[in-house]
């Protein structure tokens, strides 16, 4: 649970105003102040239960998917290395997306539906980024393109020649 207590951490920030928390897929810039440390249980407890449903549903999609894919594909039919690689792959993510798709879109509906009971539109207030936030940005950018050139570099090596 430390982690998703880390997540659920990084949801809240002390500001000039007092105590916010910022909900994931609510605007940017925008933040909401808690009055009490009695609701900041009760949103820390919400956001807990959230994320871990979400961790579960992209867990157990993905595993799910793996093994019906692995039915589906025969070794023997897809033709050349590069051409199986792609080809399992776009099954995975078919599969993927029909198996995750809809159990997280309904997560998803609930948590847009049930993050304003815990707060209202008198307590939003506009926030300033956090120092360091322009260099996680960054980072993460870099550790996307190294990713995307590592996978490259995997069809080229398995192209057949």
């Not at 820390?44 to 871990?52: C, D, I, N, V």
């Not at 039915?71 to 993510?93: C, K, T, V």
Request: hydrophobic residues 50%; positive net charge; glycine residues 8%.
């Amino acid at each position: 649970m430390g982690f998703i207590d880390a997540v659920v951490g990084r949801a809240f920030r002390d500001d000039k105003a007092g105590r916010v928390v910022v909900f994931s897929g609510d605007r940017r810039n925008r933040g909401y102040i808690v009055r009490s440390p009695a609701d900041e249980l009760k949103i820390k407890s919400f956001l807990k239960m959230f994320y871990f449903a979400h961790f579960l549903v992209v867990v157990l999609g993905s595993l799910v998917a793996c093994s019906m894919a692995t039915f589906i594909i025969n070794l023997d039919e897809m033709g050349r290395p590069y051409q199986h690689l792609l080809r399992s792959l776009a099954i995975y993510l078919a599969i993927y997306a029909a198996v995750e798709g809809v159990p997280y879109f309904f997560l998803w509906q609930s948590y847009k539906k049930g993050f304003p009971t815990f707060v209202s539109d008198r307590d939003q207030i506009e926030l300033t980024s956090r120092p360091g936030d322009q260099g996680r940005v960054f980072i993460a950018l870099g550790v996307m393109t190294i990713a995307v050139g590592a996978m490259v570099a995997i069809l080229w090596l398995v192209r057949s020649k």
